[in-house]
């Protein structure tokens, strides 16, 4: 089992819609954990980051669940511009706190 | 304000040929890391160094080598390249910390034929 798993869609929805992505992580031990932007294959931004209490940022909210060991964003009113790569990112408490990626879930927000 | 600088932006080798990937970071952060992303792969972590001084192996270091010349300065090297190490690198550097979230150079395109 990876590390960190994503469903890789891509979710295809139209302007306005809500929509929300899973990913899931192996390490029960995890603390820390990111929502990263990714545009055509450039680098990857800092969307946010996810507190145990969950958080939103305007349009978005990112929950944790410990339980089931998987973080959660939520996009509302899509945006054409919200078309993109969103990664998770876990980081691994072992030693030096090593950031692992899951591949990515890809939105293509359509007129 | 610069944040992650990573040189070249685009590069083309021949197999067996060698180079070195700069990286720099101005935000005095402790970590530096190297990746690379490959279509359907994810980013997948080459080497890391948690603080001036030390560097560890990742997921793939087979074929790289790195050196963290100061708080700033962490480089990527290939010493004999081969057509599958033909990818997108990037950077990035955080505090080092659990909570620390990561920033990222603009990457650097390989391409070695």
């Known amino acids: 089992r990876k590390e960190v798993e994503q469903d890789p869609g891509p979710f295809n929805v139209p302007e306005g819609a809500t929509v929300a992505f899973n990913c899931t992580y192996s390490?029960?031990?995890?603390?820390?954990f990111f929502w990263y932007r990714q545009d055509c294959r450039k680098e990857p931004k800092l969307l946010m980051s996810?507190?145990?209490s969950g958080n939103e940022d305007g349009r978005f909210t990112a929950q944790l669940n410990r339980a089931s060991q998987y973080i959660s964003l939520l996009i509302r009113d899509s945006k054409l511009s919200d078309s993109a790569t969103y990664l998770c990112?876990?980081?691994?408490?072992?030693?030096?706190?090593?950031?692992?990626f899951g591949r990515g879930t890809s939105l293509i927000v359509h007129p | 304000n610069a944040g992650v600088t990573q040189t070249p932006k685009f590069q083309v080798l021949k197999t067996g040929q060698s180079m070195t990937l700069q990286c720099a970071q101005d935000m005095n952060h402790n970590s530096m890391y190297w990746y690379r992303q490959d279509p359907g792969m994810g980013l997948r972590l080459i080497y890391y160094s948690a603080s001036e001084g030390t560097t560890d192996k990742g997921e793939v270091p087979n074929g790289y080598n790195v050196s963290r010349l100061n708080k700033r300065e962490f480089s990527l090297r290939l010493e004999s390249a081969a057509p599958s190490q033909t990818s997108v690198y990037f950077c990035?550097?955080?505090?080092?910390?659990?909570?620390?979230?990561?920033?990222f150079g603009n990457g650097t395109r390989l391409t070695v034929t």
């Open positions: 990112v876990v980081n691994d408490p072992r030693g030096s706190y090593i950031p692992t």
């Open positions: 990035a550097s955080s505090g080092g910390d659990s909570y620390s979230p990561l920033h």
């Open positions: 390490n029960s031990a995890s603390q820390s």
């Open positions: 996810v507190y145990s």
